[in-house]
Each structure stands twice: as structure tokens, then as C-alpha cells.
């Protein structure tokens, strides 16, 4: 299973140098894991940077995964990996989506480096 961070996700829809290393992760609809609040902040950041149409093709790309919406069990994991490993709100929570189904996270943010189950790669 697979939760593919914000980061990693934005990287693939600019076709980065790096949407290759995410690209399988992503493509795998079936092992995928989409945290509801990814898709808040990639609609949030391509809507800013990008065409509203962008951000349209990327919610329905998104959205071909298992999207998991937050719930009490979840934000009591959240919580208990934001104390553990200092993460934000958002990063907690997509942590704990992927303690709570056994996924690796695919990710260019640092604050994820050195966790267990992380795939990190340095933009």
C-alpha cells in the first residue's frame, strides 16, 4: 500500500525530474491511499500556482485511489505522531494514514525523512 505526500504528488503533475520516481505509486490506483487532506493541499496549491483546470484533472487523478476521510481513530494516531515525531497537522495526519494501513509514504518533504516506512527523495 502506498500514501503518496503532497509533495511527491505535486512533483508528479509538474512532470518533474522526480514524477518518475512517485509515477509507479501513484499509477498503482489499486495500493493507493489518499489521504482527504492531500487533496485539500494539492487543490489549494494548484488552484494558487496553476489553472483551475489543472487542479480539476489532479482531484479526478486523486480521487482514483481510496480516499480516507479523517475520523476519531485517525486523528488519535495523528496526535500520537505529531507528539512522537514533532509533524504538523497535516503531516500527521498523513503519517497516521499510513501507520493505520500499513503503506509507505513517497515524499519530498523533509519533515518525513528517517520515519519508518518513507520513501524520501531530496528535490
Given amino acids: 500500500m502506498n500514501v503518496?505526500?503532497?509533495s511527491a504528488w505535486l512533483e508528479y503533475i509538474a512532470d518533474s525530474p522526480l514524477a518518475s520516481v512517485f509515477g509507479p505509486a501513484i499509477e498503482d490506483s489499486e495500493q493507493l491511499i489518499v489521504p482527504a487532506i492531500t487533496i485539500y493541499e494539492v487543490n489549494k496549491r494548484l488552484l494558487v500556482q496553476r489553472r483551475e483546470s489543472v487542479a480539476a484533472d489532479a482531484m479526478l487523478l486523486m480521487r482514483e485511489g481510496k480516499v480516507v476521510p479523517p475520523d476519531?481513530?485517525?486523528?488519535?494516531?495523528?496526535?500520537?505522531?505529531?507528539?512522537?515525531?514533532?509533524?504538523?497537522l497535516a503531516d500527521s495526519?498523513?503519517?497516521?494514514?499510513?501507520?493505520?494501513?500499513?503503506a509507505t509514504v513517497w515524499t519530498t518533504d523533509k519533515h518525513f525523512k528517517g520515519l519508518p516506512n518513507v520513501e524520501y527523495r531530496e528535490k
Fill in 72 to 88: 476519531a481513530l485517525l486523528a488519535e494516531e495523528a496526535s500520537r505522531e505529531a507528539v512522537t515525531n514533532k509533524l504538523s
Fill in 93 to 102: 495526519i498523513i503519517y497516521a494514514t499510513a501507520v493505520l494501513h500499513g
Fill in 4 to 6: 503518496v505526500d503532497s
